[in-house]
T-cell receptor, first 114, second 114 residues
Framework: DSGVTQTPKHLITATGQRVTLRCSPR?????VYWYQQSLDQGLQFLIQ???????AKGNILERFSAQQFPDLHSELNLSSLELGDSALYFC?????????????FGEGSRLTVL | GNSVTQMEGPVTLSEEAFLTINCTYT??????LFWYVQYPGEGLQLLLK?????DKGSNKGFEATYRKETTSFHLEKGSVQVSDSAVYFC?????????????FGKGTKLTVNP
């Protein structure tokens, strides 16, 4: 158990819909990262937050947004969903602001868009 | 840009066989290098890391040496076990330019048969 909690574990929805994925980091960790894992693209970095502020941005679509709340949990919002958004979305956390590369991953939220 | 290339799987071995999973990288400057492992149904977890040239990371019988001259970080284990069956990801982190995200390879699935 990594200590990172993600909900929901599975989600099935239709094209055009909007979903929210939630992540609770390990106790004491201030950084939260979101990754998308798909068969064709592999693991793609989406975005990082540190203590409530956006720290780094990756290949995140404009239809996607995220935030980190004062209690340090984070939410990833995916809107106007397309079939290609079907993937496993991972949240990871770490204690450091300056990344050490030592991330603790949750078990992921599997999104299926029909 | 930064990228990681690792050998495509799947790799199937018998118990006690020798394992090598090749990983090469492209990066500016001096990245840190990592191997992460993903067991079935779980999130990724850090297996080992090396932060500078000629460093050797090791854990659970796995080893990898940071070779700057060949830009490689191959994963090895002398005698694999059934419990090593998982997907292995090579990754780099390059803090140059303020980018601290992990860049992952596409993963190599290892199956170890008894």
């Amino acid at each position: 158990d990594s200590g990172v909690t993600q909900t929901p574990k599975h989600l099935i929805t239709a094209t055009g819909q909007r979903v929210t994925l939630r992540c609770s980091p390990r106790s004491g960790d201030l950084s939260v990262y979101w990754y998308q894992q798909s068969l064709d693209q592999g693991l793609q970095f989406l975005i990082q937050y540190y203590n409530g502020e956006e720290r780094a941005k990756g290949n995140i679509l404009e239809r996607f947004s995220a935030q980190q709340f004062p209690d340090l949990h984070s939410e990833l919002n995916l809107s106007s969903l397309e079939l290609g958004d079907s993937a496993l979305y991972f949240c990871a956390s770490s204690v450091a602001k300056a990344g050490t590369g030592e991330l603790f991953f949750g078990e992921g939220s599997r999104l299926t868009v029909l | 840009g930064n990228s990681v290339t690792q050998m495509e799987g799947p790799v199937t071995l018998s118990e006690e066989a020798f394992l090598t999973i090749n990983c090469t990288y492209t990066a500016t400057g001096y990245p840190s290098l990592f191997w992460y492992v993903q067991y079935p149904g779980e999130g990724l977890q850090l297996l080992l890391k090396a932060t500078k040239a000629d460093d050797k990371g090791s854990n659970k019988g796995f080893e990898a040496t940071y070779r700057k001259e060949t830009t490689s970080f191959h994963l090895e284990k002398g005698s694999v076990q059934v419990s090593d069956s998982a997907v292995y990801f090579c990754a780099l982190m390059n803090s140059q330019g303020g980018s601290e995200k992990l860049v992952f390879g596409k993963g190599t699935k290892l199956t170890v048969n008894p």
